[in-house]
């Protein structure tokens, strides 16, 4: 199994505020190695072999036996290369952001997440890769139940597109924001009963109301926030 790297030279031993001393404890050594000290002149072939990259982002170098604050060359040196190799990488802070800033169109990247969500999500990230050998860093940036944050969101974006207040109307594509409700559509499966492209037909031949469009919307997002997948037909 290929490994994760997490880089934190975690002085101030919050790993084990947070919960995650199993780190330490190597739990996790099958497919977590944990780096704590490094420099520019530090060996960095296992970059080669890194399935995701998880570094604290004022990691500093150790040099002469001792942090160097102002130095974070071997910082720079991970970063230039995952983000040339397009390895999967995480940039935890001790700032105070209200979520991670993860992104679909980069989905492989969380560019910052405050450090005790990191670790609070850390474990069930680990366990998953365990099992599946797939890297998900949607758990990390929002917990296991990650589809009902990313489900609400595109549900959120495809209410707001329709501008038509008459439920009783034909549904348009003017009503439609594609790329949401296509994801929405998609990750319902195979529970739904209709593809994409079919339920797009039909609003095409005009037998689709805004009404009709709406209830079987929030049938999905309701069974979705509640059990964490959808359960519902679309009727």
């Known amino acids: 199994m290929k490994k994760i790297y997490l880089i934190d030279d975690n002085r101030d031993n919050k790993r084990e505020e947070y919960g995650a001393s199993y780190v330490d404890r190597e739990e996790f050594a099958d497919c977590l190695v944990h780096l704590e000290k490094l420099c520019a002149d530090s060996d960095f072939s296992f970059l080669n072999d890194a399935v ?5 982002d004022t990691f500093v170098d150790y040099i002469d036996n001792q942090y160097q604050e102002d130095s974070k060359k071997s910082r720079e040196k991970i970063l230039d290369f995952v983000q040339n190799k397009n390895i999967p990488y995480v940039c935890f802070t001790d700032g105070y952001s209200l979520s991670a800033n993860w992104q679909e169109d980069h989905p492989n990247i969380i560019w910052s997440i405050k450090k005790s969500e990191f670790y609070y999500n850390l474990r069930d990230f680990l366990e998953a890769y365990r099992k599946t050998e797939v890297v ?7 917990g296991q139940d990650f589809l009902k944050h990313l489900m609400l969101k595109w ?3 495809i209410i707001s597109n329709i501008k038509n207040d008459n439920d009783d109307a034909i549904m348009t594509f003017s009503d439609i924001n594609k790329t949401s409700l296509q994801k929405f559509i998609d990750n319902s499966q195979t529970k739904v009963g209709i593809t994409y492209n079919q339920l797009m037909s039909n609003i095409d031949d ?5 009404r009709n469009f709406k209830d079987n919307i929030n049938r999905i997002i309701d069974g979705v926030q509640k059990y964490g997948k959808n ?5």
């Open 52 to 56: 995701c990259v998880m570094i604290h």
């Open 231 to 235: 359960i519902s037909v679309w009727k």
């Open 155 to 157: 549900y959120q974006e």
């Open 136 to 142: 998900d860093v949607r758990i990390l940036a929002f």
């Open 206 to 210: 005009g037998i689709v109301t805004i």
